[in-house]
């Protein structure tokens, strides 16, 4: 690089530039590129015989107005404001309100149920989850890259004394007290522990070819960890985004096709050794064989869905065979409530959300960014197939897969909302990001 003790000129034609970029964090890049080619266009002049300072004056004069280059490399690398997916966020909140003060209205009409305030307390949750959603936008994720494994470690330990020492609720130890507040630690671990993968997986790549240690590791842990809590649908989701996390930094079918067949195995385990677990899924596969037991809930949802029709029954309708409606089968109550036409707005919306982030994911440039909406976008799109799959009966029901943003919950929204504000982080850094973190 030039020194700039030699050259006064090129240094004020630097700073000039400079001062014009709103991304500081580029700076220190964009003064050593710039400075670089007037090096070559000094030397080059100097080997005409022209002394240092006419080489200097004629270099900057190249190179073009300061005012003109700073202000064109300023619209370059300025941060860029996602408003394709914050306008997605707002979309599911609106949609979310409504959900919620038509599951009260519902609830409210069901005497032998007490009141809670689902819509009051659902704008509660949001308020709070736009706080980390705020922060994480001007947060700089790449400084995430380097304490992956401490983020992971940190996560598991946490994880183990939520399962073994946790408040426990519905057979799971998944609550976490924090004074007043009950945090679902074992929902909100799934999300750090994709953050975790991802950069662990990024940095280990840039190196040396992952090996199926490391494989194992990010899979049995957390696995192991939600099989003492237990829950199957951890298990799920978190499996099942860490293979799609695997194939975004691999590109290679093969290297996740065996950790895909050991899956599959260990979860024909856990239901052959589980009759409880056995018994669900043969339910699955014929209600009829249990329509008073584990098909129940089959047979209700197959009957809600069925007498919808395309309009349903209105806002607030009471269907008191439908268990659970404000969280796992919200889906399946929406369609009773807003009829067809109202479960293919949420399906068309899912399918437009998952668009928009497969566009951000191929418009960012940064490696580290890109796994990462992989893999968090993964999750949330896998929560969405799977409960809508749950409520069109050609998925299991597997409780604790929620549909994101819309079903009633504190902690499952936090952790969306935060997730959102990573990914926001990583699109407003998508044209400044020069050198790796």
């Known amino acids: 690089m030039i020194n700039k003790d030699n050259h006064p000129i090129i240094d004020d034609y630097l700073d000039s530039v400079i001062r014009l970029v709103k991304a500081r964090e580029l700076h220190k890049d964009i003064r050593r590129e710039i400075a670089d080619h007037l090096e070559e266009l000094v030397s080059l002049k100097r080997e005409e015989g022209s002394s240092e300072e006419e080489a200097a004056r004629w270099a900057v004069r190249q190179m073009g107005e300061p005012s003109v280059v700073g202000s064109e490399l300023n619209k370059v690398h300025k941060p860029r404001i996602p408003w394709g997916l914050i306008g997605w966020v707002a979309v599911w909140l609106i949609f979310s309100f409504v959900a919620m003060y038509a599951v009260e209205l519902s609830y409210a009409g069901m005497e032998r149920r007490s009141y809670i305030p689902f819509l009051l307390k659902k704008v509660e949750f949001t308020a709070i989850g736009l706080i980390p959603m705020i922060l994480l936008l001007f947060f700089d994720y790449r400084r995430m890259l380097k304490h992956s494994w401490v983020m992971y470690k940190g996560t598991a330990l946490i994880t183990l004394i939520t399962v073994l020492s946790g408040t426990q609720v519905n057979g799971t130890r998944a609550y976490i007290s924090l004074g007043l507040i009950q945090l679902d630690w074992i929902s909100i671990s799934i999300y750090l522990f994709i953050i975790s993968a991802a950069g662990i997986l990024c940095n280990s790549d840039s190196s040396r070819r992952s090996g199926w240690k490391q494989h194992l590791l990010l899979m049995v842990v957390p696995t192991y960890l939600y099989l003492l809590s237990p829950s199957l649908s951890s298990i ?60 129940y809930i089959y047979m209700q949802i197959s009957q809600a869905l069925r007498s919808a029709g395309w309009w349903g029954y209105g806002l607030g309708a009471v269907y008191t065979r439908l268990p659970e409606i404000h969280t796992d089968n919200l889906f399946t109550y929406l369609i009773y409530s807003f009829g067809w036409l109202g479960g293919m707005a949420v399906i068309v919306c899912a399918v437009l959300f998952a668009v928009q982030m497969l566009q951000a994911f191929a418009n960012v440039r940064d490696r580290y960014g890109k796994i990462l909406i992989g893999g968090l976008g993964g999750l949330l799109v896998l929560q969405f197939i799977w409960n809508i799959g749950m409520a069109a009966g050609v998925l299991p029901i597997v409780g604790g897969i929620s549909l994101p943003f819309l079903s009633y919950g504190g902690s499952h929204l936090l952790a969306e909302m935060a997730a959102m504000g990573i990914m926001f982080s990583v699109y407003r850094r998508k044209d400044m990001i020069r050198t790796r973190a």
């Open 236 to 295: 799920i989701l978190y499996v099942c985004s860490y293979l799609i996390l695997l194939y975004f930094v691999t590109k290679s079918w093969r290297v996740v096709l065996t950790p895909v067949l050991l899956f599959g195995a260990f979860m024909a385990v856990v239901l052959w050794v589980s009759e409880y677990r056995l018994h669900r899924f043969i339910a699955f596969l014929n209600p009829h064989s249990d329509p008073n037991g584990t098909g």
